[in-house]
């Protein structure tokens, strides 16, 4: 599975951006996809988290701001953003994971200035 990530940028404190994570593959064949997040000096965290029944998941600090969905007839999954905060700022990777293998795209950077 091929990921292409997208729609990161600068914006400011309050703001939003919209992530795009295209597949090479019909996405409603993948188990499941994801965002994680990776900022400067730390571990990279699980953000968002989508089934292919439509079931989601978030971690609780972004919770109420930010909201994973899929348009299987795009083969995409995105990750809407709003009220980003600096702390939100990461390089930010889409994955997939297809029978306990997991696929990861590039990074896209998010930048929350305040």
């Known amino acids: 599975v091929q990921l292409q990530a997208s729609g990161g940028g600068l914006v400011q404190a309050g703001g939003s951006l919209r992530l795009s994570c295209a597949a090479s593959?019909?996405?409603?064949?993948?188990?499941?996809m994801a965002w994680y997040r990776q900022a400067p000096g730390k571990q990279r965290e699980p953000v968002a988290y989508?089934?292919?029944?439509?079931?989601?998941d978030y971690a609780n600090s972004v919770k109420g701001r930010f909201t994973i969905s899929r348009d299987t007839s795009k083969n995409t999954v995105y990750l809407q953003m709003n009220g980003l905060k600096p702390k939100d700022t990461a390089v930010y990777y889409c994955?997939?994971?297809?029978?306990?293998?997991?696929?990861w795209g590039q990074g896209t950077q998010v930048t929350v200035s305040s």
């Open positions: 593959r019909r996405i409603s064949s993948i188990d499941a």
């Open positions: 994955a997939a994971f297809v029978s306990a293998i997991d696929y």
């Open positions: 989508i089934t292919n029944t439509g079931s989601t």
